[in-house]
């Protein structure tokens, strides 16, 4: 019953098999080899165009050199102000991009909205000597909160970036999640709505160590070669990379990975959700769930063995915060949870909820 993270499991025994099956005889280092050819042919086949796409072995890296190559020296980037980048990287897009700032917009369930993103801007106008000037918008799909941003949404959003000059990337590391759960295809979701540069995720969903930057205008991904060697993100034996992402992609089993995970989500949080006392404050529209439970059935998971992380966030409104006696959590299943994890959770949960019936609101 481990739902901490999608990092926890392993790699898909096809990845691994991709990984093997390269590792004989001599090839081209740095990503000159075959292996990483046919990844970057097989992402131009996914997004149905010529890409630009970088292989890099972090989810961090992926996003700090992606945005270094947006964003000018001291420049703002704006993101939800729970996002990943902002967050959980350590000031890693402040370092790689030479000092720029990343700056919070607020908004419910992990999401950017045009209203909160031009009240952002106007507070960074143009030509202020005394503001950073702001290069680019990050949004995170699947969000911090484990929901979505529809086509028309990202649409919005990214046509008023364009409009104030700044360009789009979209932080992937669940990218596959995304597009499983969205009906949408890849395109749909990132060029064919403004995205100009994704950071593409595989690690989370089934690969060892494996991430890709993708231009979507190969125009624009100028002297990338040289910052991804510069950042330590050129991996001397790319072969590796380059197999792991040709594998993942094979046979669409990148997306085959991500519906399990979703499908096993979306059994949790109905599992959840009937239970009395327990609320769901976001949708679960991807592999993550955050149920409010009664602080008991929390107790009660953790002595069963269940694992997962207790949540803070600042994206709830009032009346949906956590009140006394409450516990916020959350859930994420990884390609290879099972559904006899999901029962054996909602098992526990269901025998904490009749032994501890929740107080009537
Ligand atoms: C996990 C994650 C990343 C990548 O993190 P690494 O640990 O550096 O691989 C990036 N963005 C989001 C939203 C994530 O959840």
């Known amino acids: ?54 292989l890099v072995a972090t989810g961090t890296g992926c996003n700090a050199l992606a945005l270094a190559a947006l964003a000018p020296p001291g420049t703002a980037i704006l993101c939800h102000e729970e996002a990943h980048v902002i967050e959980d990287e350590c000031g890693a897009p402040e370092f790689f991009t030479g000092g720029g700032k990343l700056v919070g917009v607020p908004g419910a369930g992990g999401k950017v909205t045009p209203e909160a993103l031009s009240s952002a801007l106007a507070r960074y106008p143009r030509g202020i000597v005394r503001q950073v000037q702001p290069s680019a918008l990050s949004l995170s799909q699947v969000t911090e909160a484990g929901t979505l941003y529809t086509v028309a949404e990202i649409r919005a959003l990214s046509d008023a970036a364009h409009a104030a000059g700044l360009a789009v990337h979209m932080d992937g590391a669940r990218f596959a999640n995304a597009v499983a759960a969205l009906g949408a295809s890849p395109a749909e979701i990132t060029w064919r709505a403004g995205v100009d540069v994704l950071s593409f ?64 989500a979306a059994r949790l949080s109905a599992g959840l959700s009937a239970l009395p006392g327990v609320r769901l404050p976001w949708p679960t529209e991807a592999n993550e769930v955050f149920p409010i439970v009664p602080a008991a059935m929390h107790e009660a998971l953790r002595a069963a063995g269940a694992r997962y992380y207790p949540w803070t966030t600042r994206s709830l409104g009032e009346n949906a915060a956590p009140g006394e006696g409450e516990r916020m959590l959350r859930l994420i299943c990884a390609f290879d ?24 609101f």
């Not at 004989?24 to 292996?35: C, I």
């Not at 125009?219 to 792991?244: E, I, M, N, P, Y």
């Open 201 to 264: 995720g595989a690690t989370k969903n089934g690969a060892i160590a494996c991430e890709a930057v993708v231009f979507f205008d190969p125009a624009k991904a100028g002297d990338f070669l040289f910052r991804r060697k510069r950042g330590g993100h050129t991996v001397s034996k790319g072969r590796f990379l380059g197999a792991q992402m040709a594998g993942f992609l094979d046979g669409g089993h990148w997306l085959d990975l991500a519906r399990g995970a979703n499908l096993r």
């Open 1 to 54: 019953m481990n739902f901490s993270s999608d990092n926890v499991s392993g790699a898909s025994p096809q990845v691994l098999r991709a990984i093997v099956d390269s590792n004989a005889g001599a090839a081209a280092p740095y990503g000159m080899d075959p292996w990483t050819e046919d990844a970057t042919r097989r992402l131009s086949e996914v997004f149905e165009r010529e890409v630009s796409a970088f």
């Open 337 to 360: 949870t099972d559904e006899a994890a999901v029962d054996a959770f909602l098992a526990v949960a269901a025998r904490a909820a009749s032994v501890h019936p929740a107080a009537p």
